[in-house]
Nanobody
Framework: VPPVESGGGLAQTGGSLRLSCAAS????????MGWYRQAPGNQRDLVAW?????????SESVKGRFTISRENAKNTVSLVLQMNDLKPEDTGVYYC?????????WGQGTQVTVSS
């Protein structure tokens, strides 16, 4: 079952959004997880990731503005991406998945649009 993302929407420059992801199964609960962003016409890029024991990392484009967190339950991992000080270049569809990506299915993603 692919992850399920939610929480996107429309924000103004400088605004905030909070994205959530739920991924079920030991494949995900034991994995390092990441948030990926796909802007129109671009490839899907990793913007933030977190190890299975909770150590976060960020791409340079979002460092200092985004915060990734995770909570592991028995068979589900819940991933959150708190996005502050949004910029128009943050616009795109956001997906969560393992990091590195192992070829499993992608979810529907959640659209984030930041207006200038």
């Amino acid at each position: 079952v692919p992850p399920v993302e939610s929480g996107g929407g429309l924000a103004q420059t400088g605004g905030s959004l909070r994205l959530s992801c739920a991924a079920s199964g030991p494949f995900f609960t034991l994995a390092n997880m990441g948030w990926y962003r796909q802007a129109p016409g671009n490839q899907r890029d990793l913007v933030a990731w977190i190890s299975n024991d909770g150590i976060p990392n960020y791409s340079e484009s979002v460092k200092g503005r985004f915060t990734i967190s995770r909570e592991n339950a028995k068979n589900t991992v819940s991933l959150v991406l708190q996005m502050n000080d949004l910029k128009p270049e943050d616009t795109g569809v956001y997906y969560c998945n393992t990091r590195p990506y192992w070829g499993n299915s992608w979810g529907q993603g959640t659209q984030v649009t930041v207006s200038s």
